[in-house]
């Protein structure tokens, strides 16, 4: 496992930053401010047609639900916002990964 952390924090480096992609974590102790916490993962879907609504999918044991009124979806994009504030900024995320790739990849050759 922790040469391919090592081999994949490598070649995210290599690649340099995308517009696509943002990868931020959640440190253990944050503080998430608000109410409604997921009980699940969840994932937020927009379209490019702007006559689309967005949904919401948290995915659940045994099935996921999809959310796709308004107001279902405006409390996914409200924690959504709420999780985003209290990560890590992406900089600060990607030097943790890395350390803790390499700290890993110590651990496993000693």
Known sequence: MC??????SAVRKARGPSPRLSLRVLDI???????????????????????????????????????????DVRRYIELHKRLWDASLSEVKSLSLLDATANRLSRLAGS
Do not use: L
């Open 29 to 71: 102790d944050a503080r998430v401010e608000g109410g409604f916490s997921a009980k699940s993962p969840f994932t937020i879907y927009t379209f490019p047609d702007s006559s689309d609504s967005p949904m919401a999918v948290a995915d659940t044991v045994n099935t996921d639900i999809v959310h796709s009124e308004v107001e």
């Open 3 to 8: 040469p391919r952390i090592t081999h994949q």
